[in-house]
């Protein structure tokens, strides 16, 4: 099934804040045009907008354009406070948990979206992921990144999850990686990406970079090296093969489209179509 591999669309900053459904519509149908390939399927993974009107109207059409459509939740998805979260200095949504399962209802209507969370679906495998704090490196000094989240981090100030326990949350998605390395997919998805993706050289001496990744080790190596591992998070693209201590060679992928501002080389990535993939 020839697939389009894609992530972080951060739909907020690109189209705009209306619950006008022509109007949305109309500024999906640029971006498809401008940045997404034809294939069988689509593969997301995570960051699609801050807003779920925004969110589940792009699901509505993207699934028009794809036969199959497979996403993830990103960070940005989980946004209840500040930024897109509030109408009219109200919250929309009390906690994380509420609108995440509004937006699960809502993809029922559309059964070529598959959501995944913890789940597999047509080999598949998905699942937001969490970042676990190992990476410490900050010109050689260590940093409390676990103490700073709440206040420093977007997802410590926007989210409403879980009571806010980022140990909570990670060891949650742990779990799920956990089951779903052990169904072996052809395709492992996750939003936050494996330090075995690679550090970009300008985020290696940041404390930040802690809350973006996670050691990726023990699930790479109980999956076969056909799977491929599609992450998003770091605003880059990058296609990369990490050597586990078998000898397995495990490709692992990221093309984000990333915010208006950016400059990473996505059109070029777009055009050598590296991300456009058959999975058999």
Not at 125 to 148: H, K, L
Request: glycine share 8%.
């Amino acid at each position: 099934m020839l697939t389009y591999f894609i992530s972080d669309l951060h739909l907020d900053a690109r189209c705009p804040l209306t619950t006008n459904k022509a109007v949305l519509r109309k500024s999906f149908e640029e971006l498809y045009n401008q940045f997404f390939l034809p294939a069988e399927a689509v593969s997301i993974a995570g960051d699609i907008a801050d807003d779920d009107f925004t969110f589940v109207t792009f699901c509505e059409f993207i699934a028009e354009k794809y036969k199959q459509v497979y996403i993830i939740f990103g960070n940005h998805d989980l946004t209840v406070r500040g930024s897109f979260g509030d109408v009219d200095g109200f919250m929309k949504w009390k906690t994380t948990e509420d609108k995440l399962d509004y937006i699960q209802i809502a993809l029922l209507a559309y059964p070529n979206v598959h959501l995944l969370d913890g789940n597999v679906v047509d080999g598949f495998g998905g699942t937001m992921g969490m970042c676990d704090f190992t990476y410490d490196r900050y010109e050689g000094r260590p940093y409390d990144t676990v103490g700073t989240w709440h206040n420093e981090w977007y997802d410590g100030r926007h989210w409403n999850y879980m009571g806010q326990d980022p140990i909570k949350i990670w060891e949650s998605e742990e779990a799920k990686m956990d089951d779903l390395v052990k169904a072996a997919p052809k395709v492992m998805l996750t939003h936050f990406f494996p330090t075995q993706l690679g550090i970009q050289d300008q985020f290696v001496d940041t404390y930040k970079t802690a809350w973006y990744c996670f050691d990726g080790t023990k699930f790479l190596e109980q999956l076969p090296d056909t799977t491929i591992w599609q992450c998003g998070h770091t605003h880059g693209c990058i296609d990369t093969r990490w050597m586990d201590k078998n000898g397995k060679g495990h490709r692992i992928i990221c093309n984000t489209l990333g915010l208006p501002h950016e400059t990473f080389p996505f059109a070029m990535f777009k055009e050598a179509k590296i991300f456009l993939i058959d999975i058999v």
